[in-house]
Nanobody
Framework: QVQLVESGGGAVQAGGSLRLSCAAS????????MGWFRQAPGSEREGVAL??????IYADSVKGRFTISRDNAKNTLYLQMNSLKPEDAGMYYC????????????????????????WGQGTQVTVST
């Protein structure tokens, strides 16, 4: 089973930027759903950005500031985060699931609490004022 390893988290000031990376241990089907999720202390895990092969979907709170991208040749998923806000802080996870295992990628993305598919261990993002 493929493993996912996130990196790139850290501490930044509000307004700053970070680029998260998610390296897969093996090739991931180019049609697979891939996404970034985050969880703040005391809060439920939420979807941040979804790569649905032909489309990308963002949580309203990050639209215009975050960009998800995938490099299939490197088996790596990225999340460019700009204009960071304190409310963006949390543990960020990347995940993937076979398209055949879920009704739609959106279904999977909107139910992160079920942790369907393969998940990384997370990378911490801290944003100070």
């Amino acid at each position: 089973q493929v493993q996912l390893v996130e990196s790139g988290g850290g501490a930044v000031q509000a307004g700053g930027s970070l680029r998260l990376s998610c390296a897969a241990s093996a090739s991931i089907d180019t049609t697979a759903c891939m996404g970034w999720f985050r969880q703040a202390p005391g809060s439920e895990r939420e979807g941040v950005a979804l790569d649905d092969r032909s489309d990308t979907i963002y949580a309203d709170s990050v639209k215009g500031r975050f960009t998800i991208s995938r490099d299939n040749a490197k088996n790596t998923l990225y999340l460019q985060m700009n204009s960071l806000k304190p409310e963006d802080a949390g543990m960020y996870y990347c995940a993937t699931v076979s398209r055949s295992a879920v009704p739609t990628c959106w279904w999977w993305f909107s139910r992160p609490g079920r942790q369907v598919g393969t998940w990384g261990q997370g990378t911490q993002v801290t944003v100070s004022t």
